[in-house]
């Protein structure tokens, strides 16, 4: 079985710039997780997908940040305009039902860098 | 929000030590988990505690769920090189469906 994969790994963009990132979960996953790790500080929560609805949203930080799962299969991240604090490592994770005992699995991650 | 406090941010054993780190939130959780992150990788799960004093070992790691359901350890013992990397608890409070919130890290680094 394929894990979460995440694309690109990595991503230098100018401020101001617009940056896609994007998640492909396990298949038949039908929760999808957005999080992410600023300057070593903590991962935190970004949002939750059920299929394609957005069950929980409350961690996305401004609305330069647009998460879309168009079909419900993989989605998308895009920021626009990127700023300087949005510098960190975004992990996209997957679950087949909710809860961690529902193999709760992230991928790579996509380490971002706006200059 | 909620916050996890875990510490300490930075350790260092001898290969063959044994080490520890923790976890102490202000907020209860139902759920503690703890996290290994490999350079360029993503978090994998090691343990999952499900009840209040909860003692959960894996290998050679061994965790608990504080009884007062606010705080978790994890300890290493006889730590070989591939441990090295960022250990991460993290809770998951039953009423926010399965969002995480983890702790700031523990980078472990493991001495020949």
């Known amino acids: 079985e394929a894990g979460v994969t995440q694309f690109p790994s990595h991503s230098v963009i100018e401020k101001g710039q617009t940056v896609t990132l994007r998640c492909d979960p396990i298949?038949?996953?039908?929760?999808l997780y957005w999080y992410r790790r600023v300057m070593g500080k903590e991962i935190k929560f970004l949002l939750h997908?059920?299929?394609?609805?957005?069950?929980?949203e409350s961690g996305m930080p401004n609305n330069r940040f647009l998460a879309e799962r168009t079909g419900g299969t993989y989605s998308t991240l895009k920021v626009q305009p990127a700023e300087l604090e949005d510098s960190g490592v975004y992990f996209c994770?997957?679950?087949?039902?909710?809860?961690?005992?529902?193999?709760?699995?992230f991928g790579s991650g996509t380490r971002l860098t706006v200059v | 929000g909620q916050q996890l406090n875990q510490s300490p941010q930075s350790m260092f054993i001898q290969e063959g030590e044994d080490g520890s780190m923790n976890c102490t939130s202000s907020?209860?959780?139902?759920?503690w988990l703890w996290y290994k992150q490999d350079p360029g990788e993503g978090p994998v799960l090691l343990i999952a505690?499900?009840?209040?004093?909860e003692l959960t070992s894996n290998g050679r790691l061994t965790a608990q769920f504080g009884i007062t359901r606010k705080d978790s350890f994890l300890n290493i013992s006889a730590s070989i090189p591939s441990d090295v990397g960022i250990y991460f608890c993290?809770?998951?409070?039953?009423?926010?469906?399965?969002?995480?919130?983890f702790g700031e890290g523990t980078q472990l680094t493991v001495n020949p």
């Open positions: 994770a997957s679950s087949l039902h909710l809860g961690v005992n529902y193999g709760y699995t």
């Open positions: 298949s038949g996953h039908d929760n």
């Open positions: 505690l499900y009840k209040a004093g």
């Open positions: 993290a809770g998951q409070l039953g009423t926010s469906g399965s969002r995480l919130t």
């Open positions: 997908f059920v299929k394609e609805s957005k069950q929980d």
């Open positions: 907020s209860i959780f139902n759920t």
